[in-house]
T-cell receptor
Framework: NAGVTQTPKFQVLKTGQSMTLQCAQDMNHEYMSWYRQDPGMGLRLIHYSVGAGITDQGEVPNGYNVSRSTTEDFPLRLLSAAPSQTSVYFC???????????FGSGTRLTVV | RKEVEQDPGPFNVPEGATVAFNCTYSNSASQSFFWYRQDCRKEPKLLMSVYSSGNEDGRFTAQLNRASQYISLLIRDSKLSDSATYLCVVRTGANNLFFGTGTRLTVIP
């Protein structure tokens, strides 16, 4: 099992550009989430999904979209990148609501 | 008030020492509790879940005190490889997992 796979690992964007961060898991987990991690602020939830076709907003959803067309994939779209979106992004999945998360290796995004 | 609060440290301890971290949470309805470790520039990795009766995994012991709303992590016989940031995580509701900002541990030779 590969676990949770995120691509790309690094990305530099110009303000106003859009892009998609990819996330895939092969553990048949129903729950998937996107977090961003900023210094001194811990991980903050952007969007989450409790199954294919179901998504919802987390704590900091503005400027991001998600979709969940399959159990395996949960891409995160930045609509119009802003410097405030410079961060490390982690995708995570878990089997059920009582389980802990397995995280992907992260995407380091810089918006200039 | 933050959902989860941790002392950021750093904790600098010699090899072989015992060290303990505490974490407090604000929502008394919180249902699941975890400790994660995160190495520099890496993803968080699940260290252990925390159960009401307390639980142990080798040199690591986790405790939950619902009355005072805190969880703790005890590391015995610290190893150099234990150096990392330890994240406290609390689940409230179906999908509301709240992460603390982490406690940084450095084990010194």
């Amino acid at each position: 099992n590969a676990g949770v796979t995120q691509t790309p690992k690094f990305q530099v964007l110009k303000t106003g550009q859009s892009m998609t961060l990819q996330c895939a898991q092969d553990m048949n987990h129903e729950y998937m989430s996107w977090y961003r991690q900023d210094p001194g602020m811990g991980l903050r939830l952007i969007h989450y999904s409790v199954g294919a076709g179901i998504t919802d907003q987390g704590e900091v959803p503005n400027g991001y979209n998600v979709s969940r067309s399959t159990t395996e994939d949960f891409p995160l779209r930045l609509l119009s990148a802003a410097p405030s979106q410079t961060s490390v992004y982690f995708c995570a999945s878990r089997l059920d609501r009582a389980s802990g998360y397995t995280f992907g290796s992260g995407t380091r995004l810089t918006v200039v | 008030r933050k959902e989860v609060e941790q002392d950021p440290g750093p904790f600098n301890v010699p090899e072989g020492a015992t060290v303990a971290f505490n974490c407090t949470y604000s929502n008394s309805a919180s249902q699941s509790f975890f400790w994660y470790r995160q190495d520099c520039r890496k993803e968080p990795k699940l260290l252990m879940s925390v159960y009401s009766s307390g639980n142990e995994d080798g040199r690591f012991t986790a405790q939950l005190n619902r009355a005072s709303q805190y969880i703790s992590l005890l590391i015995r016989d610290s190893k150099l490889s234990d150096s990392a940031t330890y994240l406290c995580v609390v689940r409230t509701g179906a999908n509301n997992l709240f992460f603390g900002t982490g406690t940084r541990l450095t084990v010194i030779p």
